[in-house]
C-alpha cells in the first residue's frame, strides 16, 4: 500500500479481495460439505453450531445500532434486526434456522439452550459482539461485508445439500432463500457507508482488518467444528453425537 | 445435586473434580509435548500463541481487582499482577515467558506484536477477560482455580521437555520454576475465598460452571494448535512455521 489513500472504487477491490482469499468458502469444511461427504452427524454439529451465530445476529446488530447516530443510517441497520428476529412470532432467520436444526432431530429447547456448542464456537462469535462493541462504527459495519460473499456460498451449499443428502429438504433449507435477497441489500448499503466513512489510509486499513477478522470468525467456527466431529476430537460440553437429536429420517 | 447447598469441603472436592475430568494436562497436545512427540516447529507454535495467554493474565486481573470491594481481598489479588509483570523491568512471568520465545528463535516484536497468533487463540483468551468482566466477583475469582492442578501439569512438562528435547535448557523454562509456588499460594487463597463467598447452592453451581468455562479456554487453545500445527490445516494469520524465527539451535 502506498501512503495515498485508496480511492473508494481502489478500497472495494482491496475488500472484495479479503473474501477471495479468506472467505469460509475456501475452507475445507465448506467443500467436504456440498460435496456430500459429511456425515449426518456432521451435518448435525454443523447445524447446531451455526444456530448461536444466527442468535447473536440480532444482538450484534442492536450492539452496532448504538453506535449509530444518524437516523437514516440506524433506519437502514434496524432492517437487519427484522430481518433475523422477524416481525412476528414463527418468522425470521432465526426461526427459519430452527427448521434446519429440527429437520435434524434435534429439540428446539436443546438448541437455544446452546449447551452443546463447540466451547470455541462460543468463543469466536462472542468475539464479533465485542468487536462491534469496541471498534469505531465503520470498522463495526465493515465487519459485516462478509454479506458481499455469502450468494455464491449460499448458492453452492443449496444446491450441493440438496443433490447430495436425500435426509436435506428444500422446506428445511428455507433459511437460505431469503438470505441472498438480505444479504445483498444490506452488503451494497455497508460497502457504500464504508467507502464514504473510511477517507483516511489509517482508517482504509483498518476496515479492511475488520473484514479480515470477521472471516477469521467464520473461520475458527470451521476450524472447532472439523476438530471436534470430522477428526473426532470432541472437546468437554460438546454435543456428543447419537445424543439428543433423533436419528436421521427423510419424513423431516 | 441434591437440593442443599454443599458443605466448603463438598465444594472443593467438585472443584477438584472439574480439574481432574476437564483440565488441558488431559489433552493430546500435552501427551505429545511432554513425551517429547512435538516437532520444533509445533514447540514454537506452542510457545507463541501461550504467549498471548500469559500477557493478558495481568489485564484478566487488573479486571478482576476492579471487582473486589475488599480492601484485603484486592491486597492479597495484587500480587499476582506483581508476579507476572515484575517488580522491575526484565523481571515477572511475561518476561521469563520470552526468554522462551527467545529460546526457540522469535524476535520479541514479533511475539509481542501477537501477529501471527491461531484467531482463535485470541477469540479464547480474550473471552476469559470478558468473562471476568461480566460474571460475579466469586465467579472471576473461580475461574483462576485452574491453578489448583497446575502444578502437575508444570512439573511434566518441565521433565518432559528436558528430557526429550535437546534444544531446551533449564534457563528457557525459568517461567515454569517460578510458577508452582505462586500458583500454590493463588490457589489457596482464591480457594478459600470461593468456598466462603459461595454458599448457596446456585452460587456453587456458577462458580463451578466458572472453573468448567475456564477449563475449556485452554482446551480449545490446545484443540486450535493441534488443527493448525499437527493437522497442518493453517488458518489465515497464523504464523508459517519456518518463517520469522530464526531455526532450531543450541546455543539457545
Redesign the interface.
Given at each position: 500500500m502506498s501512503e495515498k489513500p485508496l480511492t473508494p472504487d481502489e478500497l472495494e477491490a482491496a475488500l472484495r479481495n479479503v473474501g477471495a482469499?479468506?472467505y469460509h468458502r475456501k475452507h475445507?469444511f465448506h467443500a467436504r460439505q456440498y460435496s456430500g461427504k459429511c456425515s449426518y452427524e456432521e451435518m448435525q454439529a454443523w447445524a447446531l453450531n451455526r444456530y448461536y451465530y444466527q442468535a447473536i445476529i440480532p444482538i450484534k446488530d442492536a450492539t452496532v445500532l448504538t453506535r449509530l447516530t444518524d437516523t437514516e443510517d440506524r433506519r437502514q441497520w434496524r432492517k437487519r434486526i427484522e430481518d433475523h428476529d422477524g416481525l412476528n412470532p414463527g418468522d425470521g432467520g432465526i426461526e427459519r434456522w430452527l427448521k434446519l436444526t429440527d429437520s435434524l432431530g434435534f429439540p428446539r429447547e436443546y438448541v437455544q439452550s446452546t449447551a452443546g456448542l463447540i466451547?470455541?464456537t462460543?468463543?469466536?462469535v462472542?468475539?464479533y459482539v465485542?468487536f462491534c462493541r469496541d471498534k469505531s462504527p465503520v470498522e463495526a459495519v465493515a465487519s459485516s461485508l462478509t454479506e458481499l460473499f455469502s450468494p455464491t456460498i449460499i448458492g453452492e451449499r443449496m444446491s450441493g445439500m440438496l443433490a447430495n443428502y436425500d435426509y436435506v429438504s428444500k422446506d428445511a433449507l428455507a433459511y437460505f432463500s431469503y438470505r441472498p435477497t438480505q444479504a445483498k441489500r444490506d452488503a451494497d448499503w455497508a460497502l457504500e457507508y464504508v467507502k464514504t466513512h473510511a477517507k483516511t489510509l489509517e482508517e482504509q486499513r483498518a476496515v479492511i482488518k475488520a473484514l479480515?477478522?470477521k472471516?477469521?470468525?467464520l473461520?475458527?467456527m470451521l476450524?472447532?467444528l472439523?476438530?471436534?466431529y470430522v477428526?473426532h476430537?470432541l472437546?468437554?460440553?460438546a454435543w456428543v453425537p447419537g445424543t439428543i437429536a433423533a436419528p436421521r429420517s427423510r419424513a423431516a
Open positions: 482469499e479468506r475445507r466451547p470455541a462460543r468463543f469466536a462472542d468475539a465485542a479480515e477478522f472471516c477469521n470468525i473461520w475458527a476450524d472447532a472439523w476438530s471436534a477428526d476430537y472437546p468437554p460440553d
